[in-house]
């Protein structure tokens, strides 16, 4: 691993054994401590462990699909990461090239990023496990590549969700932006414990049920931008809200990308097309400490399966 040329790879069956028994979500056993002072630079909210002292990735280690805490069995629920409470302007991102994935305040400039258009009316975060893939053209983007950054999600309960906080939702329904550029999917949801779920399974019924609530949100993406001076943002497929199947696909799709680029796949694969350099050293960067993250829930894994089966076997991250 002391070269930065090697290739590194995960077979994407090991990835997928890792994503499950290593993954968390709403009920486990997980913290958020503070690092730095509030309002700075430097802060940063991280997902830690406390039984092991172990940062957790909010991205990464958070299984995308919600699994019943007794159980174990996987409902038809999906893990929602907070960023952004609703009633707030700060614009918290999880920093997918940092150490641990910490949520931090965006950046421009140097100075920390909010929403001067003014408080966000829904709670903003993303899927873990997700990927917008900058590589990929989406049949339905008009020819626009993935942002690169985990898929976004709006949750339209009655709750202020925390960031780092993790819920379950369900998915009704999927916006597609265009933001300078590039593709940047809005996923509609709503907590499953929130008052309105039971009566809110798939697009139409937000409509019906809470009416002008989509509009809103698209207006509220289409104008943010313009106090700093850019221009309103826009919107395929007709600037509709596509169902919850139509949603399902993508969000699939999203996942499938985050598997690519966690073996190291994706990286591979890029090397063989055209692709700008910067996205290629972009993907390659997080490809890589996406891999470095793994190869300790890698180590665990394997260390425990050795002794179930008695005997000393290879690892699988080869170069």
Known sequence: MSSTDEELLVPLSEVRKL????????????????????????????????????????????????????????????????EIPKFTRKKFEIATDEEGNPIKQDTKKGQLREFKKGDIFFNYGCFPQTWEDPTFIHPDADGCRGDNDP????????????????????????LLMIDEGECDWKVVVI???????????????????????????????????????KPPNVFGLDEKFMNKEYAKGVIDECHHAWELLMSGE???????????????????????NSLFLLADNFDEHTEARNEDFGKKESGALFF
């Open 19 to 82: 994503k499950r028994n290593n993954s968390r979500g709403p009920g486990s056993e997980l913290e958020l401590s503070h690092h730095g002072e509030a309002d700075t630079l430097d802060y940063r909210l991280q997902a830690v462990c406390p039984e092991k002292k172990k940062k957790i990735s909010l991205w990464h280690d958070i299984s995308l699909y919600h699994m019943d805490p007794v159980t174990k069995a996987e409902t038809p629920y999906l893990n929602f990461v907070c």
């Open 266 to 288: 994706k990286h591979r694969e890029i090397q063989k097309e055209t692709v700008k350099s910067e996205v290629r050293d972009l993907v390659r960067n997080l490809s890589r």
């Open 191 to 229: 907590d499953i414990e929130d008052k309105w779920a039971p009566f809110l399974n798939d697009i139409e019924d937000v409509e019906r049920e809470l009416p002008g609530q989509l509009d809103a949100i698209r207006e509220w993406y289409r104008t943010y931008k313009i106090p700093d001076g």
């Open 151 to 174: 898929l976004d999600v709006c949750e339209i309960g009655a709750r202020i969700i925390q960031p780092g906080d993790v819920r379950a939702v369900k998915v009704l329904g999927i």
